[in-house]
């Protein structure tokens, strides 16, 4: 499939150098910032399944450009809509999607990260930033509030006090703080924040897949589930490890001082 809005990246080979096993995705709707329309998110959804789908890849990165991750959903598509207009064309039916896909997807964002951006970058699996990169959710500053879980995701990330500052006030929250408050991993300086994500994406990419999905699913759960139930479910994907060839190759290799090959099995 070609895209309109989007870019796929793989193989990734900056510099005639390719980062094995790793795809990065580009929103490229630079003229509004990367403002997240309903076809965007359908290429984006509808690109993330192809790169679920293909065992060559093993980690997403997905980034924006120097300006913007996005700065939102794209108010001009929603000015005018109604609330039946938004039912009937299932708004965030690409944001339920998202929520599927098994992979491991590291959000790096350089500029803004607002609304339905910082929503997104929320709904990957941890955000890098670069050091100019902005977040916040202003949708109250346009006489809404977030839609695509920022009050739950952000409240969190950072915490009750935070995220009700951001979310009644619409202002904005820096990288460094960003970090200071745990809603990203780690800062880079912005022009070398692709760079080093895909490093941190190929660290992912080289553990065994079978673990690393399951490790995600375990992780995703402490955030809808009771701390009883989640080291259940944490429990049986541990044990479920261990019917993989993967985790003995991994033992066996510790035992024998080698790195270890996985196959994803
Ligand atoms: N939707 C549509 N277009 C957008 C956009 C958005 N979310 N954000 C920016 N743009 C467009 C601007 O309209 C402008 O287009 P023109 O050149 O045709 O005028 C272009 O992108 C560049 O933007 P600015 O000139 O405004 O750039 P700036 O550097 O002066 O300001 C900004 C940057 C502070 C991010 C500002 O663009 C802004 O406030 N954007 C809107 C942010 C916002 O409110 N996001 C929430 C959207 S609602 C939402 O996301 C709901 C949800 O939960 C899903």
């Known amino acids: 499939m070609t895209y309109q809005n989007i870019i796929l990246h793989y193989p ?4 005639g150098i390719t980062a094995p096993h790793v795809a990065v995705i580009q929103l490229n709707r630079p003229k509004v910032l990367n403002a997240l329309s309903t076809d965007l998110m359908k290429e984006l959804v509808n690109c993330l399944n192809t790169c679920d789908d293909n065992p060559e890849i093993h980690t997403i990165v997905l980034t924006g450009n120097d300006k913007a991750f996005a700065a939102g959903a794209d108010i001009a598509e929603m000015a005018t809509s109604t609330p039946i207009d938004q039912i009937i064309e299932q708004r965030f039916k690409s944001w339920t999607l998202l929520g599927m896909i098994s992979k491991p ?141 993967d985790q003995k190759e991994g033992m066996r290799a510790f035992l024998e001082k080698r790195e270890a090959i996985y196959k994803g099995k």
């Open 12 to 15: 990734y080979s900056p510099l």
């Open 105 to 245: 997807i590291i959000a790096a964002v350089n500029g803004f990260a607002l609304g339905g951006g910082c929503e997104l970058a929320m709904s990957c699996d941890l955000i890098v930033a670069g050091d100019t990169a902005k977040f916040g959710q202003p949708e109250i500053k346009i006489g809404t509030l977030p839609g695509a879980g920022g009050t739950q995701r952000l409240t969190r990330a950072i915490g009750k006090s935070k995220a009700m500052w951001m979310i009644l006030s619409g202002e904005m929250m820096d990288a460094q703080s960003a970090l200071e408050s745990g809603l990203v991993a780690k800062v880079f300086p912005a022009e070398t924040l692709l760079a080093e994500a895909v490093e941190m994406a190929k660290i992912i990419a080289t553990k065994a897949p079978v673990a690393i999905r399951l490790a995600k699913e375990a992780v995703n759960k402490a955030f809808e589930t009771s701390l009883k139930d989640g080291m259940d479910f944490e429990r049986r994907n541990f044990f479920l490890t261990f019917s993989s060839a």
